[in-house]
C-alpha cells in the first residue's frame, strides 16, 4: 500500500513538473514577452511618465516591462543597460538616447540577436534602430521656440538656451531649428541676439548653476529657452528665488506638474509639451509591432496603438522612419490649473 501511494505521488509531482515546463514553454512562445525601456537618467520625472506610459502599453497587451535608466546620461552607461538586456533576451528594446551614433555597435549587436530596436523621445541614428518614436515635429518645436523668446523679448535683447547634454539628439536638432529660424528671418531677429548655449546635463543641480552662470555672464538677459524639463524648472527657480521675475523670463518645455508654480507667478509666461506617457505608450505598441511582424518600420506601414488609434510609419528628416504622436500643446495661466495634476 504505502509502495502504491509512493509512486502515485510520483507520478503526480511528474505530471505537474511536466505542466509547469510546458506553460511555461507555452509563454515564450506564444504569450508573454518581455520589453524593455531605456531612459537617459534616473531621476528625471519626465522619464518616469514616460516609463510609466511604456509600462501600462505593455502590461495591457499581457507582457512584461524592464525599466531601466542610468545614473549619468551617458553614452557609455547605456551601452551596459543594452548589453544586460541582450544577455537576457529581450523581445524589444526601446530607448531614449543620450547620443545620436555611439550605442550602434551595442544596438546592432542587439538586432543580429532578433532583438527589436526602437529609440523614442531622443534618436539614435538610423542603423541602430528600426524605427523612431516622436513627440512633435522637431522643426515647428525648434522655431515656436525662438517666437515665444522673441514675444517675450519684445522683440530685441540678449536670450540664451539653456539645454540637456551637449550630445542629446533631441535637444540638439530643437536648438538646430532654433538657429535656422533666427538666420532665415534676418529682419524680424534684428534685434534679438542668441548670446550663449548652456548644457545643465538634464541634472538639476548643474541647470541651477549653469542657469546662475547665464545670469551673470550676461546681465540683460532678456529670455532664458531651455528645451527639457530639468532645465526649465531648474531656471524657474533661479528667477524666482533671486526675485527676478518680469525681468528674465524663461520659456521651453516643461512638466505642468513641475512649471505650475513658475506660470502663475510669471517667471513663464508660457511654455509647450507633449504627453510624455503617451510617448511611451505609443512606444510599447511600436515594440511590439515590431516583434508580432505587423509593421517592419518602413514608411507606408500603418499599425494600432491601443487607446491612441490607428498610427503611420513615416519618413523621418535624419533618413530613417519615424512614427509622430502629434503636436506639441501651449501650457499658459488659463490652462496651467487643469494639467498640474495630470502630468
Ligand atoms: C527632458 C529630457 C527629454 C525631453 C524633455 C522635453 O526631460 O531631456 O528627453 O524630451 O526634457
Not at 538657429?179 to 529682419?187: G, R, T, V
Not at 524666482?240 to 510669471?266: C, F, Q
Not at 510609419?313 to 494639467?339: C, H, M, R
Amino acid at each position: 500500500m504505502r509502495k502504491v501511494i509512493v509512486s502515485l505521488l510520483i507520478v503526480v509531482l511528474a505530471l505537474s513538473t511536466v505542466s509547469t515546463v510546458f506553460a511555461s514553454g507555452a509563454q515564450e512562445e506564444g504569450g508573454a514577452q518581455r520589453h524593455a525601456f531605456i531612459f537617459k537618467n534616473t531621476g528625471n520625472p519626465y522619464g518616469e511618465k514616460q516609463m510609466e506610459g511604456f509600462r501600462e502599453g505593455i502590461e495591457e497587451q499581457g507582457h512584461e516591462a524592464i525599466l531601466r535608466a542610468p545614473d549619468q546620461p551617458t553614452a557609455e552607461a547605456q551601452i551596459q543597460i543594452i548589453d544586460q538586456l541582450v544577455a537576457q533576451r529581450v523581445a524589444s528594446i526601446s530607448i531614449t538616447g543620450n547620443d545620436f551614433d555611439a550605442r550602434e555597435p551595442a544596438l546592432t549587436r542587439a538586432m543580429d540577436e532578433g532583438i527589436v530596436v526602437i529609440s523614442a523621445d531622443s534618436a539614435v541614428n538610423p542603423t541602430s534602430r528600426m524605427t523612431h518614436v516622436n513627440q512633435a515635429d522637431s522643426e515647428m518645436i525648434g522655431r515656436t521656440l525662438i517666437q515665444a523668446a522673441y514675444d517675450m523679448a519684445d522683440g530685441a535683447g540678449d536670450i540664451a538656451i539653456l539645454s540637456a547634454t551637449s550630445q542629446a539628439s533631441n535637444q540638439n536638432l530643437w536648438i538646430e531649428w532654433m538657429k535656422k529660424e533666427l538666420e532665415e528671418n534676418p529682419d524680424k531677429y534684428a534685434d534679438l541676439e542668441l548670446v550663449r548655449v548652456a548644457y545643465g546635463d538634464d541634472l538639476r543641480d548643474k541647470s541651477v548653476s549653469e542657469t546662475e552662470g547665464l545670469l551673470q555672464s550676461f546681465p540683460d538677459l532678456e529670455v532664458i529657452i531651455a528645451p527639457t524639463t530639468v532645465g526649465i524648472a531648474a531656471a524657474g527657480r533661479v528667477i524666482t528665488d533671486r526675485g527676478l521675475i518680469g525681468d528674465v523670463k524663461v520659456t521651453g518645455l516643461g512638466l505642468p506638474s513641475e512649471m505650475a508654480e513658475y506660470i502663475e507667478n510669471g517667471a513663464c509666461p508660457y511654455m509647450f509639451l507633449w504627453n510624455p506617457i503617451d510617448v511611451g505608450y505609443l512606444s510599447a505598441y511600436t515594440a511590439t509591432a515590431l516583434v508580432e511582424g505587423e509593421i517592419e518600420g518602413e514608411a507606408g506601414e500603418t499599425f494600432e496603438a491601443g487607446r491612441l488609434g490607428e498610427f503611420e510609419v513615416i519618413e523621418a528628416s535624419d533618413g530613417g522612419t519615424e512614427i509622430l504622436l502629434g503636436a506639441p500643446f501651449k501650457f499658459e495661466p488659463d490652462n496651467i490649473d487643469d494639467w498640474k495634476d495630470v502630468y
